[in-house]
């Protein structure tokens, strides 16, 4: 049987019962939500080099390019996680991002829900092969983060 989880998304006073999101579609999330980000990543990291480049001959180096895309994604994910719950893939997905009490994630759940899923990811997936061993099967940035990803009900609108 499904893992159930109180979620409202602060969307209305009532709250509603809602089922964890299942492994496959949160996935296909992830997936879908890369190939957004590369219109992110092209319109705030490489329009502005360009023109950087183009108008003063100056390529910042490595590391500060690192710093820069991980400062603009964790600004694209607070921004939507903050403003709703969901970004544009999981709005598409029916998922929502919540805190362990149903409630909206607060900013610093979502900064470490952010800077921990680099490494979850990086290093080989494992934390999100952790997911196949998690008895709710949450990934493991959301785990140590305190958050979880639901499925919304179909008559929810994102």
Known sequence: MPSKANANGGLSARRQTVELAGLRRRLASMLYESLLLLGVLALTFMV????????TDYTPRGGVLWIYIFAVLGMYFLWYWRRGGQTL????????????????VSLRQGWIRYALAWPSVLFFGAGVIWALID????????????????LLPASTLA
């Open 135 to 150: 008895k709710d099967r949450q990934f493991l940035h959301d785990r140590l983060a305190g958050t979880r990803i639901v």
């Open 48 to 55: 502005p080099l360009l023109v950087l480049g183009i108008g």
């Open 89 to 104: 893939a999981m709005q598409t997905w029916k998922l929502r991002i919540v805190n362990s009490d149903g409630k909206p």
